[in-house]
């Protein structure tokens, strides 16, 4: 038997005829009625479209910024979470939409809504359609801008995941997505206008069930900053550990300036996700699992990078609460975690240096700080320094007359700041090189940790007779780079593990948290 089925209709089928019942005469006098019958379903049957508009253009949108709007003039008490789909290469990107819903009530200042700041590679921009006013504002990083430097990304196409959150609009609205171009000046990549009262724009949260745990609550979530952490590889029997770890590794951020000062606009809460079984994926040690939320170590080949590409599942759980930034504890002892701006951050919970890996990443999840290291190895290729950093605790310092941070240093203080660079280089990279050997031969993680605690020791002798070691500079050696690159500080948790941001890294984190709580 002969059938076509419909384009876009696979529900439909037209049975044509049984070949072996008509000769090819039969066949010539029935093909303008098989063909007019065709036209007819196909015409009395229209195909269904996707009702969110897509405008994908890299030209300039309209827009017309009138600073911070009256919150209840344009949008309602709640979420909007816009879930796309991010692909390209090492030299191209585009867009597509998932769909448009409801995240939970709105979590942000109602009072700050344009950013400032103009933190991270991304940056996106809600427009009112009919009026082109500027409503809200975000700089953000992502996994694909990380993938896109990655080796990988010159061979082949990659898709990701990821989610634009921001007040739920009144009315139809244009979302502008933007890229630092090569001058590190935002560009206009792509937009597309959502209506939210189309029907393919989800209006209603996600119903839940998850255990909430309330670690620190200081006020309404729209006035302070709101953190969730979530838990992966953490079984069901394992969900005490879970609650100590969330109270242990908070209680570490909150005990480290500047959010010591601050923990009063911060609002703290956690989601329980326990798992079949205990652990996460580990492929470099050759453990395989799956978990709920499907953290793995090993992102982008690098043995340490622990993240999650299922985007769409964190995302639902962490919307059990309110929330700006979120934390995943792994349940894993193996060095190991990541922070991507506006994104997440990472942290192994059982390594003797969690504390440290947690507030670490907080610096790049919150304040988008580069880190100042440079004898480690990274997953992606470093740039050649072509023109000034945008993040804030590094420079290229090409017009050192106008450093970003100079109003922290003082005027005895020379820029460059001299330091013993070439023996503590020297001292690192042996470090790095015992690490892989570590790695290499799969020695236990004991001994991972006793080479940290030598080395901070090691350092900890260096810095103590550094002439400039409590002073603002400008160091060189920053951001992966061993030369071209300074920090402002011999020494920062963004730079060694010690646990104390340096005072450019604490100002950034401060401008942060008072954005989300006034």
């Given amino acids: 038997m002969l059938y076509i089925e419909l384009k876009n209709q696979p529900e439909t ?9 008509f000769n090819v005469r039969t066949m010539r006098r029935i093909c303008p009625s098989i063909i007019l019958l065709l036209f007819m379903f196909s015409c009395a049957v229209p195909t269904k479209k996707n009702n969110i508009p897509l405008a994908q ?4 949108t309209e827009t017309l910024d009138k600073g911070d709007v009256d919150f209840s003039n344009w949008f309602q008490d709640k979420t909007m979470r816009l879930d796309l789909y991010h692909t390209g290469t090492a030299s191209e990107e585009t867009f ?24 991270g590679p991304y940056f996106f921009e809600v427009i009112d359609k009919e009026t082109k006013t500027l409503l809200y504002s975000r700089g953000f990083a992502s996994i694909f801008g990380e993938w896109q430097s990655t080796p990988e990304a010159a061979k082949v196409k990659g898709t990701f995941h ?3 959150r921001f007040p739920w609009p009144q009315k139809p609205v ?3 997505v933007k890229k630092r171009n090569a001058e590190n000046k935002f560009a206009e990549i792509w937009n597309t206008d959502i209506d939210p009262a189309n029907r393919q724009v989800i209006p209603v949260d996600r119903p839940h069930n998850e255990k909430i745990d309330i670690v620190a609550e200081n006020g309404p979530a729209s006035e302070k900053l709101d953190i969730v952490i979530l838990g992966d590889g953490y079984s069901i029997s394992e969900m005490e550990k879970f609650r100590n770890d969330v109270k242990r590794l908070s209680g570490a951020l909150l005990n480290t300036e500047p959010f010591k000062s601050q923990s009063k606009n911060i609002n703290i809460r956690a989601v329980e996700t326990p798992a079949l079984q205990s652990g996460v994926n580990k492929p470099h040690h050759g453990i395989f699992k799956r978990s709920p939320l499907s953290v793995s170590y090993s992102t982008f080949d690098s043995e340490r990078y622990a993240l999650t590409f299922d985007n769409k599942t964190v995302r639902d759980v962490a919307s059990a609460v309110p929330y700006d930034f979120m934390v995943i504890l792994i349940n894993e002892r193996t060095y190991g975690g990541g922070g991507i701006y506006n994104l997440y951050t990472t942290v192994a919970a059982d390594n003797k240096f969690s504390e440290y890996i947690m507030v670490h990443e907080m610096g790049h999840h919150m304040a988008a700080l580069a880190d100042e290291y440079y004898t480690s190895a990274v997953a992606y290729e470093v740039p050649k320094i072509t023109v000034e950093p945008w993040e804030t605790n590094v420079t290229a310092l090409f017009d050192k007359q106008n450093l970003k941070w100079k109003d922290l240093v003082d005027k005895d203080t020379p820029v460059p700041t001299p330091w013993e660079k070439k023996v503590f280089d020297d001292f690192g990279y042996a470090i790095q090189k015992q690490r892989d050997s570590i790695r290499a031969n799969h020695l236990p993680e004991t001994v991972m940790e006793d080479l940290f605690v030598r080395q901070m020791n090691k350092e900890n002798e260096f810095f103590s007779t550094e002439k400039f070691k409590d002073k603002v500079g400008a160091f060189e050696g920053a951001n992966y780079n061993q030369t071209g690159m300074y920090r402002p500080q011999l020494d920062c948790i963004m730079y060694s593990r010690h646990n104390v941001f ?9 401008n942060v948290i008072q954005q989300y709580s006034r």
């Avoid at 253009?57 to 300039?60: D, G, Q």
């Avoid at 009530?105 to 700041?117: F, P, T, V």
């Avoid at 340096?502 to 401060?510: E, F, G, L």
């Fill in 13 to 21: 089928r037209i049975l044509l005829l049984n070949l072996t019942e």
């Fill in 57 to 60: 253009t890299i030209s300039k």
């Fill in 96 to 119: 597509a939409v998932d769909k448009a819903l409801s995240d939970g009530i709105w979590s942000g200042s109602r009072k700050i809504l344009i950013d400032k700041l103009e933190l």
């Fill in 162 to 164: 990821e989610s634009l």
């Fill in 174 to 176: 244009t979302v502008v």
């Fill in 502 to 510: 340096c005072k450019v890294c604490q100002r950034s984190i401060n």
